[in-house]
């Protein structure tokens, strides 16, 4: 089955999870994309999303679904979102799209994060997938230098400025032992706005896309 087949079904088995009436969480990308569209097709009743960025909100627009700013309503009971790679442990790598700090914290905002991921995604480790960092502009280079010393191999984005107006960092070749504790450790590098490691905050369920079902784990 395709991989974008998977990707719909992975975000079809999180409609389970929209608590109706109340206002959700929405995150970024292709997987994320198909969930939005299914929220539009099967009239899911949400009383609105706070979404991850620019392109999710201009989607969720589309469908006439409002957007809402995460300052004026509170907690949200469920947040839905992507990975670029996803451990047993919840773990994820994100910000393959670029829209990891927003994700952060809409994701911190959220009682319950949903991870929908196709098969693909599923790693013993993290690590394959360069690490995305988001970075104050003025501080790329000295980041990178930081970044070197702990034995990455940072390659700059360029020409892409992410919704808050900075730069992406993909570490390549960094050896993930301790996800909590990496993230920490990078997030004290003056510059680093956040990185894309989510262990700190890791998801709570985590659907699996595979071509014979979808596989829910859980802590
Ligand atoms: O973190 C993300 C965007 O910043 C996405 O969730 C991640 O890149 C997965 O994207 P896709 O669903 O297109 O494979």
């Known amino acids: 089955m395709d991989q974008d087949r998977l990707k719909r079904m992975a975000a079809e088995a999180a409609l389970d999870y929209v608590p109706r009436g109340e206002v959700i969480g929405v995150g970024t990308g292709s997987t994320v994309n198909h969930f939005i569209d299914l929220l539009a097709e099967r009239r899911i009743d949400v009383a609105g999303a706070v979404s991850s960025s620019e392109a999710s909100t201009a989607r969720l627009r589309r469908h006439g ?16 979102d992507g990975a670029d790679e996803a451990t047993r ?10 829209a990891l700090t927003r994700e952060k914290i809409v994701a911190a905002a959220s009682r319950t994060f949903v991870c929908i991921v196709d098969e693909s995604k599923l790693a013993d480790r993290l690590g394959r997938f360069p690490l995305p960092v988001e970075v104050i502009p003025m501080a790329r280079s000295l980041v990178a230098r930081r970044l070197a010393a702990r034995g990455g191999r940072p390659v700059w984005r360029q020409g892409f400025v992410t919704d808050n107006g900075n730069v992406i ?4 070749d960094l050896e993930i032992l301790e996800p909590a504790r990496l993230e920490s450790e990078l997030n004290d590098i003056p510059g680093v706005v956040t990185n894309g490691l989510f262990a700190l905050r890791p998801a709570d369920v985590l659907l699996v896309a595979r071509a014979d079902g979808v596989q829910t784990l859980r802590l």
């Open 65 to 80: 679904i409002e957007v809402l700013d995460l300052n004026d309503v509170g907690d949200l009971p469920v947040y839905v």
């Open 89 to 98: 442990h919840l773990h994820l790598t994100k910000g393959g799209g670029g």
């Open 169 to 172: 960092l993909d570490v390549h």
